[in-house]
């Protein structure tokens, strides 16, 4: 049986990645969890994730920071990132996918959205 597809949530307020975490575990995935930007890039880099869960609005480094650094190392620029968002304008979704995001899901997750994402993002 192959090892569960770990799954990076990057989110600062805690309820919204415990809400994650629960559906994601649930679902055989490994989670790992960061409160900012800064820290997403530190745990990223020391457990190679096979998917990212971005949110924008973190303090220290916001999304779009954390997506341009993670762009741009050699072992994390394939890694598949979704950016969660509350923001849910068409302007807001091409911002995101030109700025080096692979999805785009909205707060509140939907569960189908989410879970046909992750098998989108994680098939390639």
């Known amino acids: 049986m192959s090892a569960p ?3 990076l949530v990057a989110d600062d307020k805690a309820s919204s990645r415990e809400l994650l ?3 994601l575990e649930h679902s055989g995935y490994e989670v790992f969890e960061a409160a900012d930007g800064v820290e997403a890039l530190d745990v990223a880099r020391s ?3 096979d998917l990212i869960l971005l ?3 973190m303090p220290r480094l916001d999304g779009f920071g954390t997506v341009r ?4 190392d ?3 620029k394939h890694v ?4 969660l968002t509350a923001s849910a304008m068409q302007s807001d979704r091409d911002r995101v996918l030109s700025a080096g995001f692979d999805a785009y899901v ?3 997750v939907s569960l189908s959205v989410l879970r046909g994402e992750l098998a989108r993002l994680l098939a390639g």
């Open 106 to 108: 909205t707060k509140p």
């Open 21 to 23: 975490r629960t559906v």
């Open 69 to 72: 650094a993670m762009r741009l």
């Open 80 to 83: 598949p990132i979704a950016a």
């Open 47 to 49: 457990i190679h994730p």
């Open 5 to 7: 597809k770990r799954i």
């Open 55 to 57: 949110d924008l609005q």
């Open 74 to 76: 050699e072992s994390l």
